[in-house]
């Protein structure tokens, strides 16, 4: 029987970038950053109330995940804003909303009373679009 | 005019700031009170609204961060008193409690089970790796003790 989701991934152009957008300006945590040998690194943040749930900031690059053609249209179709990932859950959305307005961060729509919450949506530094919600 | 686009929308702008100020400034002996005159509120206001949106007192977050900052800092060598310091506590006494009271550790234990981590990702970094990532991204033959598996099944079809 499945218990929970440990490990969930976002895939991402680059992960220097990735670290200071979900770290730096989302406020999650490094749950695992190690070097895997030249060019290679396994990084995983947590939200910062959810510790047990790892979101692995992978890579798209050329190697034995991705073929070089492979890599190329993954890296386009995520540029583009096709993928979207998931949704945060917040106490406070418009707060939320204003802080990460402040800090730069690009809303493709801004809080909406929805019948089932208050709910926005913004992208990450790659284009990965995310929901924000406020249940109600 | 501009319309709003959500109700009070001044209101959340004048507390978002002040707890951006605390994100900016922890490391500095911040007065509250300062900052509530700042975003042009009474006190008590101020208080009831910030912790209305972030669940915790200005106080309260502003002890939040610095334990946060602090257990970053303690993820390498460092000495207990310099991270007091860094992050804003004036005394090691009151930061070693306030850290244990939040971590159930001390700052100096706190340290040590991280280098302890740390040096364990840096030996043996697929412990800490689900195996199937670690075999699609071919890490596996190069970090196994036990020399180069077989080829991996993840490897796109051709």
């Known amino acids: 029987m499945i218990g929970k989701l440990s490990h969930v991934s976002i ?22 950053d190690a070097a895997m040998g030249p060019g290679a690194r396994w990084l995983t943040v947590t939200p910062p109330e959810q ?3 790892e979101i692995t900031l992978m890579a798209i690059s050329e190697g034995m995940m991705f073929k070089k053609e492979s890599a190329e249209v993954m890296r386009d179709l995520v540029k583009k804003g096709t993928f ?29 009373e929805e019948f089932y919450g208050i709910e926005a949506l913004f992208k990450d530094d790659s284009g990965n679009w995310f929901s924000l919600g406020q249940k109600k | 005019m501009e319309q709003e ?26 007065d509250l009170d300062n900052i509530a005159d700042e975003a042009y509120f009474s006190k008590f206001h101020f208080i009831r609204l910030f912790k209305k949106a ?11 961060v610095r334990i946060e900052q ?34 159930g550790i001390t700052p100096s234990a706190y340290m040590i089970q991280q280098e302890k981590i740390r040096l364990e990702i840096k030996k043996a970094p697929l412990t800490y790796i689900p195996g199937c990532f670690a075999e699609m991204k071919g890490w596996t033959p190069l970090y196994n003790k036990t020399g180069p598996e077989e080829k991996s099944n993840f490897q796109e079809v051709e």
């Open chain 1, 84 to 112: 979207g990932f998931g949704v945060f859950e917040c106490n406070d959305i418009y707060a939320t909303y204003e802080e990460l307005k402040a800090k730069g961060v690009e809303f493709i729509k801004p809080p909406k």
């Open chain 1, 11 to 32: 895939f991402v152009l680059d992960q220097d970038s990735a670290y200071d957008f979900y770290v730096n300006t989302l406020g999650f945590k490094v749950h695992t």
């Open chain 2, 5 to 30: 686009p959500y109700p009070k929308v001044y209101l959340y702008r004048r507390i978002v700031q002040a707890k951006l100020f605390i994100d900016q400034h922890y490391a500095k002996n911040i």
């Open chain 2, 70 to 103: 602090a257990k970053i800092l303690l993820k390498r060598p460092i000495q207990v008193s310099e991270v007091c310091f860094a992050v804003g506590f004036s005394s090691i006494s009151s930061f070693t409690g306030l850290f244990k009271k939040v971590t």
């Open chain 1, 51 to 53: 510790p047990d749930l």
């Open chain 2, 54 to 64: 972030y669940g915790k007192t200005p106080h309260q977050y502003l002890t939040y």
